[in-house]
């Protein structure tokens, strides 16, 4: 069966730090692209960042780009979100995803369509 759960969310103030995981079993996670997303209260799901099978590649989207890191831990068939200088416009439930067939040559973060496993979310709140 094919499933990622997710891990990690909670309140945090601004400028804080979290780091989510996304926890694969089944399956070796490292030999899929995998990205992360975000989806706030009245807007439409966005995606964050996303690593390619065996770190082959990595994408963030501009918002995040300089404080959002992605990492795999393939002993622990996980991987990472790490998250700092939080901002309130980073809050959202965040999903891992799959996309296990994709064939773009960089990890696509726009294409939600690419991914078809996803996970249930963890909740980020970001307020002081």
């Known amino acids: 069966q094919w499933q990622v759960v997710e891990s990690g969310g909670g309140l945090v103030q601004p400028g804080g730090s979290l780091r989510l995981s996304c926890t694969a079993s089944g399956f070796i996670l490292e030999n899929y692209v995998t990205g992360w997303f975000r989806q706030a209260p009245g807007k439409e799901r966005e995606g964050v960042a996303c690593i390619g099978e065996h770190r082959s590649n990595e994408n963030f989207a501009d918002p995040v780009k300089g404080r959002f890191a992605i990492s795999r831990d393939n002993t622990k068939n996980t991987v990472y979100l790490q998250m700092n200088t939080l901002k309130p416009e980073d809050a959202g439930i965040y999903y891992c995803?799959?996309?296990?067939?994709?064939?773009?040559?960089?990890?696509?973060?726009?294409?939600?369509?690419?991914?078809?496993?996803w996970g249930q979310g963890t909740q980020v709140t970001v307020s002081s």
């Open positions: 995803a799959l996309a296990r067939f994709s064939v773009q040559p960089v990890c696509p973060l726009t294409l939600l369509n690419e991914y078809d496993t």
